[in-house]
């Protein structure tokens, strides 16, 4: 079974400055993916970005890129030049295991921008 | 292209009565979850079918909840009867196929009284 940990309930950071989200997660697979998701108050989840294990390259996406470990088991987003359209809840999620291969997300982080 | 579509977008029942959701995916999303998201917490998959058939359902609370993917298209979760401990945000997802990336509906918010 996946378990997802993101250490931080809350951030907040001054817009136009970087701000970095933790995650760690523990899996038994060794061909996995791993998501951040986005979540505004609407409640509708958007994908953020996405990095595959078994690339060694950071995923990036515009503002947004990864610090992935797989050794350490960690998956951090950092989120640079922050705009004030960041404010959400922001959650890690696994995705992996054979057959349901279902997504397992954390319990998300509260990023607050401030102007 | 539609996103996932989702309805009603709020429902508030008493304890013990039924209520229903309904999810329509992404046209041609062969994959299809349901997903509980309690206040303040990540979402927990309920179910997830591929096609009409169920692939995972381990989560789901069986005594309570029922839901079906008839040809393959849209959803439907049932809740029968309902406890105070379901109210909840239920999101539905869709994807091209299993590890692909998945599209969100906006969620039925439940509030059980």
């Known amino acids: 079974a996946q378990t997802v940990t993101q250490s931080q309930p809350e951030m907040s950071v001054q817009e136009a400055e970087t701000v970095t989200l933790s995650c760690t997660y523990d899996?038994?697979?060794?061909?996995?993916?791993l998501f951040w998701y986005k979540q505004p108050p609407s409640r509708q989840m958007i994908l953020v970005i996405r990095?595959?294990?078994?690339?060694?390259q950071n995923a990036t996406e515009n503002r947004f890129s990864v610090n992935f470990q797989k050794a350490a088991k960690s998956f951090s987003l950092k989120i640079s030049d922050s705009q004030l359209g960041d404010a959400a809840m922001y959650f890690c999620?696994?995705?992996?295991?054979?057959?349901?291969?279902?997504?397992?997300f954390g319990q998300g982080t509260r990023l607050t921008i401030n102007p | 292209e539609a996103g996932v579509a989702q309805s009603p977008r709020y429902k508030i029942i008493e304890k013990r009565q039924s209520v229903a959701f309904w999810c329509n995916p992404i046209?041609?999303?062969?994959?299809l979850y349901w997903y509980q998201q309690i206040l303040g917490q990540g979402p927990k998959l309920l179910i997830q079918?591929?096609?009409?058939?169920?692939?995972?359902d381990s989560q789901l609370p069986k005594d309570r909840f029922s839901a079906e993917r008839l040809k393959g298209v849209d959803s439907t979760l049932k809740i029968q009867p309902a406890k105070l401990e379901d109210s909840a945000v239920y999101l539905c997802?869709?994807?091209?196929?299993?590890?692909?990336?998945?599209?969100f509906g906006s969620g039925t918010q439940l509030s059980v009284l």
């Open positions: 899996t038994s697979e060794s061909d996995y993916y």
């Open positions: 079918f591929q096609n009409n058939g169920v692939v995972d």
């Open positions: 999620a696994p995705l992996g295991g054979q057959g349901a291969q279902k997504l397992v």
């Open positions: 046209s041609g999303h062969a994959t």
């Open positions: 997802a869709s994807s091209l196929r299993v590890r692909e990336k998945l599209f």
């Open positions: 990095q595959e294990a078994y690339k060694q």
